[in-house]
């Protein structure tokens, strides 16, 4: 039996994988779950799933948890406090870690985890994109397995050789090409993305998310994280990631080699086949997701991104060049811009200008310790909110 822990249980990841994982109660024991704020959704959880663990990064959800479990779920032990969250990820009983938190507040769960050794299952992007080189060393250090769930690092997993995380040149690839859906805004005339809401930006035509990375689908913030993610993940300089706007979102990412070849990894939309991938690798298990329908789908379209109309793309690929903590930066800018968009207290447009002007006033430095990165983050985060108020 292999003890999973799912840190952002309640969340849009969080929920499909546990769907996943209660297709298979014979190999995958849920032993922990932890969520933020969401009690009702983590009681739900808890009393279908019965944990060892249940942790509320807000100490005050925890208590209510308690509460609310102590007469049903004696047996489930509730706990309060981010540094909880980190417990559950380097618990003994714990083989695997999907990361499945929004943002920073990720990172040092996704850090305990591989200083554990574990699997780590890697949907909180961010974690990565901040911490870059760190996490890797961390992971090699002790021998820790991490295994991409962002789709398009997923599929371009399974389109190279055994390996895949040796640099590229020696696999024989000449570029990473990631797929983008374009969200919800791809055509929507210049002029009206002034105006848009957070509802607008939101509305995925293709994916069903969080509300963060929703918003990074409609800046496409989220392909330039992905970029980065990238980089790190198959040691690939920026120039070998290529961004290609396919709006069917059926071809996830593709692989192109020295002699001509392009491997692709094709599928419906459904976050629980990156999942299902990841947890069973280098087997394979049922997901829940059917095959494809190619008469259905019927055409595939391409084209290159328009870097006018989503400039975080731009400042991504500047953030992936600079290197260091230049993606740290951008992180956090980032988040702060997006929370402020989806409280109604800035435009949509304003989000790539807050970023901008976060990375011209602050340098960058090479990565060392995960205190400097959340000092990075924390400097960064102060700027950004000043911006916010000019
Ligand atoms: P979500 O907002 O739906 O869920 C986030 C989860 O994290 C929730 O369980 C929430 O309780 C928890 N959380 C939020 N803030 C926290 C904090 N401060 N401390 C501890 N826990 C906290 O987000 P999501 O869409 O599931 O995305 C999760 C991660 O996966 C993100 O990094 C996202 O970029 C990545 N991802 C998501 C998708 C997708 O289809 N949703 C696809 C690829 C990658
Ligand atoms: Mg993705």
């Given at each position: 039996m292999i003890g999973v822990a799912v840190l952002g249980s309640t969340g849009s990841i969080g929920v499909?994988?546990?769907?996943?994982?209660?297709?298979?109660?014979?190999?995958?024991?849920?032993?922990?779950?932890?969520?933020?704020?969401?009690?009702?959704?983590?009681?739900?959880?808890?009393?279908?799933?019965?944990?060892?663990?249940?942790?509320?990064?807000?100490?005050?959800?925890?208590?209510?948890?308690?509460?609310?479990?102590?007469?049903?779920?004696?047996?489930?032990?509730?706990?309060?406090?981010?540094?909880?969250?980190?417990?559950?990820?380097?618990?003994?009983?714990?083989?695997?870690?999907?990361?499945?938190?929004?943002?920073?507040?990720?990172?040092?769960?996704?850090?305990?985890?591989?200083?554990?050794?574990?699997?780590?299952?890697?949907?909180?992007?961010?974690?990565?994109?901040?911490?870059?080189?760190?996490?890797?060393?961390?992971?090699?250090?002790?021998?820790?397995?991490?295994?991409?769930?962002?789709?398009?690092?997923?599929?371009?997993?399974?389109?190279?050789?055994?390996?895949?995380?040796?640099?590229?040149?020696?696999?024989?690839?000449?570029?990473?090409?990631?797929?983008?859906?374009?969200?919800?805004?791809?055509?929507?005339?210049?002029?009206?993305?002034?105006?848009?809401?957070?509802?607008?930006?939101?509305?995925?035509?293709?994916?069903?998310?969080?509300?963060?990375?929703?918003?990074?689908s409609a800046t496409m913030m989220n392909k330039g994280l992905e970029v980065i993610e990238a980089c790190y993940l198959f040691h690939a300089t920026p120039e070998q990631v290529e961004v290609v706007v396919h709006p069917q979102s059926i071809i996830h990412s593709l692989v192109e080699y020295i002699d001509g070849s392009t491997l692709a990894q094709l599928g419906n939309p459904d976050m629980r086949t990156p999942i299902a991938h990841a947890l069973a690798w280098p087997q394979r298990i049922t997901s829940g997701v059917s095959g494809l329908d190619l008469f259905g789908v019927a055409r595939l379209d391409f084209e290159p991104p328009d870097l006018e109309r989503f400039p975080c793309l731009a400042l991504a690929y500047a953030a992936a060049r600079a290197g260091g903590t230049a993606p740290a930066l951008l992180n956090a800018a980032n988040e702060v811009a997006v929370a402020a968009f989806l409280e109604r207290r800035i435009p949509f447009l304003r989000i790539a200008e807050v970023i901008a002007e976060t990375l011209e006033r602050l340098p960058a430095e090479p990565i060392g310790e995960v205190e400097q990165l959340l000092a990075v983050d924390r400097r960064a985060r102060k700027l950004a909110t000043q911006l916010l108020a000019t």
């Open positions: 499909s994988t546990l769907d996943v994982l209660a297709r298979h109660p014979e190999r995958y024991r849920v032993v922990a779950l932890t969520a933020h704020r969401d009690v009702a959704g983590m009681v739900a959880q808890c009393q279908r799933f019965t944990p060892e663990v249940a942790v509320m990064a807000d100490p005050e959800a925890a208590a209510e948890l308690a509460t609310r479990l102590a007469a049903s779920h004696p047996a489930i032990a509730v706990r309060g406090g981010p540094q909880e969250v980190e417990r559950v990820a380097e618990a003994a009983g714990c083989d695997y870690v999907m990361a499945a938190i929004v943002g920073a507040a990720g990172l040092r769960p996704a850090l305990a985890a591989v200083r554990s050794g574990k699997r780590l299952l890697l949907a909180n992007k961010e974690a990565l994109v901040i911490s870059g080189e760190l996490l890797l060393r961390q992971a090699a250090l002790h021998n820790a397995t991490i295994l991409p769930i962002d789709s398009e690092h997923n599929a371009v997993f399974q389109c190279l050789p055994e390996h895949p995380y040796t640099p590229l040149a020696r696999r024989g690839v000449r570029r990473i090409l990631l797929t983008a859906s374009g969200g919800p805004f791809r055509t929507t005339p210049l002029e009206a993305l002034r105006r848009v809401t957070p509802e607008q930006a939101c509305a995925h035509p293709n994916w069903s998310m969080g509300r963060k990375i929703s918003v990074d």
